[in-house]
């Protein structure tokens, strides 16, 4: 497709991990296209960036924008243009109502032509004609979750290697002192130390644009050094943004000339006083909070395991890569970074069985499965294995009610047996790949297999045989 080409309709798809959802939606929305005989070009929010950028003549010579992303992919950009804006799921699920929609008129105008001259200073003001509150909360949020977890990754993964070579090899004092597992776990330490201050920075970035970066990045140094944590990582950026909204508002009449003072001297000045001052007195009730959360966890981790398992199982596996999936790996991820490695370990069970569940039925069940399901089945051992979640999609949506709750029982009998067997995994990706820095390695594989085979037979229980 040539560069001056003009397309009837521009998508935008983005998901928080930026891993499987983003290209889904993508694949969905253009196929959905095709088969209307419509021109689309699809622009993909993934991990490694924008891919696909529209250029400014394709938005000016389209007819309608689609957004299905669950994080911020600038929408400020379609001025005078009808946007329909969801989340990255109904990308997937309902590609094709989502084109006719466009091509039927639906959408709103989110930024009017006649205020296309504002577009930078006030691109990033709550519009609920188009998105309701709550949404726009969680897309916010989840911008800030989607910049954070190449870090919580890479930090984590660095700090659980520097573990090979023992527990305690980072401490000079120890008789397993190692130099290298010591720089390794520095860097890591560094890494992961940095999940609150992206997370509230991101989360800033999303509500106030450009100008709440440093307002966020700030708030999220404050809520990480008082030790504040994740939640108080979430409440720096939201007061972060909201600081830009607000002085965006009270400077709205000042002088033209005063334009480029604004974004140099007066928004960081003062978004940076406002939020500062704030977070100062948040801080000590939050760590608070913060700590009893940790206490409240821990003892269900060690007082009733089988609940816990049953929690964490349900939520992984409702929405694979989803919010309630997210909900419970965050929660994981923050619990990592205060030194409890089993909760993380039941969460991570539960991410890695769904698309396993798909290949063991497809193995037992040959006869009720089409060639594309058995070949994507097969696909799914390899992203089982690598902790991608989202495999397991397909399937489920084929038949939600029937297929859900077997994707939830595998993945509930996987961090049940996780927790019983007192699994740690210091890591919170990576699926098999970390083996090596897990505690009891055997019995987390076992864990994930026996959740795995049971959801599989769950699953093949519920399907017809197929006539070929």
Known sequence: MGGNMKYKILAATGCTTGIAHTYMAQEKLEQAAKNKGVSIKVETHGQIG??????????????AIIIASDKDVQDERFVGKRIIDVSVLQGIKNADKLIEDALNGKGVVKYPINNSENININSSQINNENLNFGRQIYRHLMNGV????????????LIAISFLWGIFSSDPNHASYNQFAAILKNIGGIALGLMTPILATYIAQSIGKRPAIVPGFIAGFIAHNGGAGFL????????????II???KLLKNAPKQLDGLKAIFLYPLFSVLITGLLMTIIVGPMVTINEAMMKFLAQFENSNPIILGFIVGIMCATD???PVNKAAYV????LLAQGNYSFMAGVSAACIAPPLVTTISVLLFKNKFTKDEK???????ILGATHITEGAIPFAAKYPLRALPCFMLGSSVAAILTYLMKVQVPAPHGGFLVLPVVTNPLQWVIAILVGSI?????????RKKIME
């Open 454 to 462: 049971v959801g599989g037979i769950a699953l093949g229980l519920t």
């Open 331 to 334: 929660t994981g991820t923050a």
């Open 246 to 248: 607000l002085l965006e």
């Open 146 to 157: 989607s910049h954070m977890l190449p870090f919580v990754v890479s930090g984590g993964v």
């Open 232 to 243: 108080g990582g979430i409440i720096a950026g939201f007061i972060a943004g909201y600081s």
């Open 375 to 381: 070949n994507a089945a097969y696909v799914n051992a």
């Open 50 to 63: 924008v891919e696909n950028e529209f250029t400014t003549e394709e938005i000016k010579e389209a007819e």
């Open 320 to 322: 694979f890569g989803g």
